[in-house]
């Protein structure tokens, strides 16, 4: 799997949009882009995914730069159930298996 | 539709006992994965299983850990003897490979276990 690289942390206001970006640049044309998230405690959550569009889904949009070698994920209106640490993966389409880095911590401030 | 079961939720054991994890992937998924957390390492692969049969275990740490998939809907990860350093949080998760990729990996809320 190609490497990502995160942010360590960042902060969002809550009510804000949370923009978490990610590096993949040396991503290959069969791998996709995975977002999940992982509250404390709790099992890794399935955010969204995408291989060149852009997407949207309930939970969140993720935008994918035309080369492919970066992406972001918009959390629209963060509050503070949103505190987790966001695991950006690229992941071969034919492969099953998720290989997690760090992540990146966000923390929503009241 | 019930997740990814796992069970125990948490477990407490003295070294040197055999323990063992157990997961329920979600009816109808073909690919199952055991996964450990731990502060030091994070997220880790351990093995996965697809159609029931391991496709890659080379994240099994050593001899003492083992996994098994019997059938579709039940797979074990046993740990015998147990180590302090086995002490870590154990997901279970499964998704629907069709083989052409953008299937979702689905994870259970894990098995806390601790090895005095």
């Known amino acids: 799997d190609a490497k990502t690289t995160q942010p360590t942390s960042m902060d969002c206001a809550e009510g804000r949009a949370a923009n978490l970006p990610c590096n993949h640049s040396?991503?290959?044309?069969?791998?996709?882009v995975y977002w999940y998230r992982q509250i404390h405690s709790q099992g890794p959550q399935y955010i969204i995914h995408?291989?060149?569009n852009n997407e949207t889904n309930e939970m969140a949009s993720l935008i994918i730069t035309e080369d492919r070698k970066s992406s972001t994920l918009i959390l629209p209106h963060a509050t503070l159930r949103d505190t987790a640490v966001y695991y950006c993966i690229v992941r071969v389409g034919r492969d099953d298996k998720i290989i997690f880095g760090k992540g990146t911590r966000l923390h929503i401030l009241p | 539709d019930a997740g990814v079961i796992q069970s125990p939720r948490h477990e407490v054991t003295e070294m040197g006992q055999e323990v063992t994890l157990r997961c329920k992937p979600i009816s109808g998924h073909n690919s199952l994965f055991w996964y450990r957390q731990t502060m030091m390492r994070g997220l880790e692969l351990l093995i996965y299983?697809?159609?029931?049969?391991?496709?890659?275990d080379s994240g099994m740490p050593e001899d003492r850990f083992s996994a098994k998939m019997p059938n579709a809907s039940f797979s074990t990860l046993k740990i015998q003897p147990s180590e302090p350093r086995d002490s870590a949080v154990y997901f279970c998760?499964?998704?629907?490979?069709?083989?052409?990729?953008?299937?979702?990996?689905?994870f259970g809320e894990g098995s806390w276990l601790t090895v005095v």
């Open positions: 299983f697809n159609n029931n049969v391991p496709i890659d």
């Open positions: 040396t991503i290959s044309g069969n791998e996709y």
């Open positions: 998760a499964s998704s629907y490979n069709r083989g052409q990729g953008g299937n979702t990996i689905y």
């Open positions: 995408g291989l060149k």
